[in-house]
């Protein structure tokens, strides 16, 4: 069955991100904000939806058959921007395949910076990969116990990002978030896609999500206003840790 809802989730964010790129051909530095909220909510938005949906048209037998078509489908576009598309954009940028296009071709391909908005398809792949380990967990007696537990919606909202936040943190404090494109997709995003498959295997929590409560919102708004204030010095771990928390959190 269609869940129409996410579709019009989809389609708002996609819009935003529409409306985002468009503007940077005008003046990048004015939506630098707005660029702040795009990045952070509507793309672990994506993700969530890739990984729920991706939950909820596994068949019930073997998986694998399922996954090598959905990352066949995936590569079909990545491999068509990264060999086609984005060399000819390049060639019109460098008035042809001029020899500043082969050497700025190869520095972006060396960088990962060739991948450009590419960069998601990537990460998706990955993370479809990674759906075997994923539901194992989720099959686990361990995740049974902590599904059992009755606790009221908002107590499990707030769980959710004290969770998420949590994992980032971890993450950024140990790996840092500023690795080559398109890797930092993993360390960025992994956590959504693997929420949206749990939120499927937990009909309850699903629900929860969806009538949080204030607390996410104040959890979120102090990891904001931290990045906005300044509360740690750019580089450290702790602007890493608070950057990571920022982008769970939202």
Not at 17 to 46: E, K, Q, R, S
Not at 115 to 135: D, E, K, R, T
Not at 193 to 198: C, I
Not at 230 to 246: E, K
Request: aromatic share 14%; net charge positive.
């Amino acid at each position: 069955m269609r869940i129409t809802y996410l579709d019009h989730l989809r389609a708002i964010c996609m819009v935003f991100v529409v409306v985002l790129h468009a503007y940077y051909l005008i003046d990048y530095a004015p939506a630098a904000g707005f660029a702040v909220f795009i990045y952070n909510f509507c793309m672990g938005t994506f993700f969530i939806i890739s990984g729920y949906v991706m939950a909820a048209t596994l068949p019930d037998g073997p998986v694998w058959p399922h996954l090598r078509d959905r990352l066949r489908r995936l590569a079909w576009p990545l491999a068509t921007g990264l060999l086609l598309v984005n060399p000819l954009t390049l060639a019109l940028i460098h008035d042809g395949f001029t020899k500043a296009w082969a050497q700025d071709v190869m520095a972006r391909a060396v960088s990962g910076r060739l991948f450009v908005h590419l960069w998601f398809l990537f990460s998706l792949m990955g993370f479809v990969c990674a759906v075997p380990l994923i539901l194992r967990a989720l099959r686990s007696n361990a995740w049974a116990r902590v599904a059992s537990l009755n606790l009221p919606a908002t107590y499990i909202a707030t769980a959710v990002t004290f969770s998420a936040v949590a994992v980032q943190m971890l993450i950024a404090a140990t790996t840092g978030l500023d690795l080559p494109v398109p890797f930092d997709g993993f360390t960025k995003y992994g956590w959504a896609y693997v929420a949206g498959l749990a939120l499927f295997h937990h009909p309850k929590a699903w629900e929860a999500v969806h009538s949080p409560g204030p607390l996410p919102f104040i959890i979120a708004g102090l990891f904001w206003l931290a990045m906005i204030n300044g509360w740690a010095t750019r580089g450290t771990t702790l602007h890493h840790m608070l950057h990571a928390a920022r982008i769970a959190s939202s």
